[in-house]
């Protein structure tokens, strides 16, 4: 599913292939995938004739900036939704959906007057398309999480650290597998109190976010973890063969080992 590794490949395409070219027309026809007030007729009539200049980031929040008193549109991909350019799609193959190139799964799309489009392919319509959003509704990316911020957001919330650790408010981007793979290899029980865990341990696991963030992108995305192959009933830990507990943090069906996670 698309975390924030996906959502930086998926920026990236947008970047190298979207940037400069006139927008002529759009494919909004499915109302609910507009946010906050947005119609077809308000995006359409905003967009068209504008020019995307930059493809920027924050968290899993895709932001494509247009020329002068051009609007910002903003893309999301929800759970299953990946973005296509001239048929060129970003990152690997999802896990967890069907990648499927179904017509009816296109949701969102700009056509460009080259003749070429970006589009959003969604199965699970569970993304969204905005204009001119409030980024500050998010909290910092997680590749700019700096420790100060992690302190504050950990050192009094009495919520389990997989739930802190999810809140995009506090922290923009980290998905499911991706916390689970962070705390898996920091030694971390998804379910214990954020604001229990003392200094050293807060400097362990910001430094294990960032490793794990650069490592896995290198890699392919959120799903090239190593805990990726033993998330499955029955599975067993890979550092210690301990087989993996499977329960619900933060309302997500986390995986983690009871023997080193603590």
């Known amino acids: 599913m ?6 930086e490949y998926a920026r990236e395409l947008i970047e190298a292939r979207a940037l ?8 909004a026809d499915d109302a609910w995938y507009l946010k906050r007030g947005l119609t077809a007729t308000a995006a ?18 895709l932001l ?26 970003a990152g690997d193959p999802l896990r967890y959906t069907s ?12 056509r460009f007057a080259d003749g070429g489009a970006l589009r959003l392919r969604d199965p699970r319509r569970l993304g969204a398309a905005e204009l001119d959003p409030d980024e500050e509704r998010l909290g910092p990316d997680a590749f700019a999480l700096t420790l100060p911020h992690l302190r504050a957001i950990l050192g009094k919330s009495r919520a389990p650290l997989k739930a802190v650790l999810m809140d995009q408010s506090r922290v923009a981007g980290l998905g499911n597998l991706i916390t689970d793979e962070v705390l898996w290899r920091a ?21 294990t976010i960032r490793r794990t963030l650069l490592q896995m992108q290198r890699r392919g995305g959120s799903h090239t973890g190593d805990l990726m192959a033993a998330r499955f009933r029955g599975g067993l830990c890979p550092k210690d063969g301990t ?6 943090v933060g309302g997500r069906t986390t995986y983690w080992c009871p023997l080193h996670q603590r």
Request: proline letters at 4%.
């Open 187 to 207: 030694g971390l029980d998804p379910a214990r109190e954020a604001r229990s865990l003392d200094d050293d341990t807060v400097k362990l696991l910001h430094r």
């Open 243 to 248: 087989p993996l507990t499977i329960s619900t």
């Open 64 to 89: 494509l900036d247009t020329d002068v008193e051009g609007p910002t549109l903003a893309l999301h991909l929800g759970m299953s939704g990946r973005i296509v350019i001239d048929g060129e799609e």
């Open 99 to 110: 990648n499927k190139d179904d017509a009816r799964w296109y949701r969102f799309g700009v």
């Open 2 to 7: 698309p975390e924030i590794l996906e959502a």
């Open 20 to 27: 400069g070219r006139v927008i002529a027309g759009l494919d």
């Open 44 to 61: 359409t009539s905003a967009l068209v004739g504008h020019v995307f200049t930059d493809a920027r980031r924050r968290g899993k929040l």
